[in-house]
């Protein structure tokens, strides 16, 4: 089993950065597929970023490419969301979760979630 928890939330101005990290329990991290999901007021969860196990390939929803990074230290358990150019649109709850696939999009494909971290970004 995996638990994780999310951290590096906050309050930032449009054009800012924030770096969230989400920190792994248990001895198999580096088994699992990594993503992060972002839940906005009154939306449905939507795919943000993936990365594989070994973190040689990662995987981007349109909306945030090239803003966006997703990495990982499988030694220290804990997969990063690097986001810069924030814009008021990516204010949300953001949700790290584990998967036994790589590269998973589909909320349903992740087995394991953090309690998530609120980013608001004012204009």
């Known amino acids: 089993q995996v638990q994780l928890v999310e951290s590096g939330g906050g309050l930032v101005q449009a054009g800012g950065s924030l770096r969230l990290s989400c920190a792994a329990s248990?001895?198999?991290?580096?088994?699992?597929?990594m993503g992060w999901f972002r839940q906005g007021p009154g939306n449905e969860h939507e795919f943000v970023a993936a990365?594989?196990?070994?973190?040689?390939?990662?995987y981007y929803a349109d909306s945030v490419k090239g803003r966006f990074t997703i990495s990982r230290d499988n030694a220290k358990k804990t997969v990063y969301l690097q986001m810069n150019s924030l814009k008021p649109e990516d204010t949300a709850v953001y949700y790290c979760?584990?998967?036994?696939?790589?590269?998973?999009?589909?909320?349903?494909?992740?087995?394991?979630w953090g309690q998530g971290t609120q980013v608001t970004v004012s204009s």
């Open positions: 248990g001895r198999t991290f580096s088994s699992y597929g």
């Open positions: 990365i594989s196990r070994s973190g040689d390939s990662t």
């Open positions: 979760a584990a998967s036994t696939m790589q590269g998973a999009r589909m909320r349903y494909q992740y087995v394991y």
